[in-house]
């Protein structure tokens, strides 16, 4: 009997670029001892955080990830709905990220969506399972990181089941991160609400995991329905305060859903300090084709990377031609470099994109960004 192969199908990763780079590891230059010693945490969802994740173990770094629990779209929003589980979806994606072997049988297989139910992804439905079977959400997450020999840790932000709100800058409200997400108009503002009418409740182990991290990244990612949840939860913005930690935030490199439509890297900036982390961001990675300068326009084009174009980088001023299947690159400009360094943080952009994927980070140059922030940051501690 033929096997179908549209009965299954792997979830697309941008951290699938990183085979290259994992290739490439022996021949680049390491990290010192003290500096594999940091200890780092991601904060995000989505496709976003397996990438810093990804990136920080390919420089040696501790690592774990604390992770949003407002997915409620896909196979996570059917499992919510249906089963009443714990969103399984972003968890899953970093657990995969985590892998000791990317290339793993089993590793893979979670990654598995099955056409013949319902598009369910295979890790999602054994996180959901484990997660019965032994009454505990974290439970269900130890037992999946010693199933992928996981190299780090991925912590909830909280175990209460939340719903994401949304008020768009034209002043609609949606209901729902999977709605908020494909918003029409650019998002202004999201806030969170437990199920049960309570204040969500934090995952302590997540929040000692960001006071005791030497360097918290933020991002890659959705901004208002990935990274920004995490920050709705009590006690998560307070965490990062005090942590000796620097801060860094990966700006996306592009608009690939409606939430952040025609915002720019400054507004993408604003947009975490308004929901809590003025004064706490500081380095911020935003991507460019050139460098930013007084005379520089704005830029956000995907054009291709060049050898020299490496150590610096912007865009250039967008058009038609520049759009990618609807995806509109994130722009900045010398103006607005100058006006978010005036608010603390340092901005280092580079040309980020991915040749092959021009809408995913190149391994390759965030490894070497994350590398150069981990040296400057330890330069300003010492």
């Given at each position: 009997m033929k096997k179908s192969t549209e009965a299954f199908r792997v979830d697309p990763a941008a951290t699938a670029a990183f085979s290259a780079l994992r290739s490439a590891l022996p021949n680049l230059r390491p990290l010192d001892e003290d500096a594999r010693a940091l200890k780092a945490v991601v904060i995000g969802g989505g496709t976003g955080a397996p990438v810093s994740i990804r990136t920080l173990l390919s420089l040696g770094v501790q690592t774990s990830a604390v992770v949003a629990m407002a997915d409620d779209g896909g196979s996570t929003g059917v499992l919510r709905e249906e089963a009443d589980v714990t969103p399984p979806g972003d968890i899953r994606k970093c657990l995969v990220a985590?892998?000791?072997?990317?290339?793993?049988?089993?590793?893979?297989?979670?990654?598995?969506?099955?056409?013949?139910?319902?598009?369910?992804?295979?890790?999602?439905?054994?996180?959901?399972?484990?997660?019965?079977?032994?009454?505990?959400?974290?439970?269900?997450?130890?037992?999946?990181?010693?199933?992928?020999?996981?190299?780090?840790?991925?912590?909830?932000?909280?175990?209460?089941?939340?719903?994401?709100?949304?008020q768009t800058q034209d002043g609609r409200i949606l209901d729902g991160q999977a709605v908020a997400c494909h918003s029409k108009t650019a998002l202004a503002q999201v806030w969170l609400s437990a199920e049960d009418g309570r204040p969500p409740r934090p995952y302590e182990p997540a929040l000692q995991a960001i006071r005791e991290a030497d360097l918290i990244v933020l991002g890659p990612g959705s901004l208002f329905t990935s990274i920004i949840p995490n920050l709705l939860i009590p006690g998560v913005v307070e965490a990062i305060r005090a942590s000796r930690g620097r801060v860094l935030f990966v700006c996306a490199l592009a608009d690939v859903q409606g939430e952040t439509w025609g915002l720019t890297a400054r507004e993408h900036f604003e947009a975490l300090a308004a929901h809590g982390m003025e004064g706490l961001i500081d380095y911020m990675l935003v991507h460019s084709k050139v460098p930013l300068r007084a005379e520089s326009p704005a830029t956000g084009s995907f054009a291709a990377i060049s050898g020299a174009e490496l150590e610096h980088a912007s865009t250039s001023d967008l058009n038609d031609d520049q759009l990618i299947k609807g995806v509109r690159p994130i722009s900045i400009s010398y103006a607005d470099m100058l006006a978010i360094q005036s608010r603390g943080p340092i901005v280092i952009s580079r040309n980020l994109v991915d040749a092959e994927q021009p809408t995913w980070h190149s391994p390759f140059a965030l490894r070497d960004a994350f590398q150069n922030v981990i040296k400057l940051s330890r330069a300003r501690r010492s």
């Open positions: 985590f892998a000791k072997d990317p290339a793993d049988p089993l590793v893979r297989a979670l990654k598995y969506r099955f056409a013949v139910a319902r598009d369910h992804a295979l890790g999602n439905l054994l996180l959901a399972a484990l997660e019965d079977a032994t009454g505990s959400f974290p439970e269900a997450i130890a037992i999946c990181e010693k199933l992928v020999d996981a190299q780090g840790h991925v912590y909830p932000s909280t175990l209460d089941h939340v719903v994401l709100s949304a």
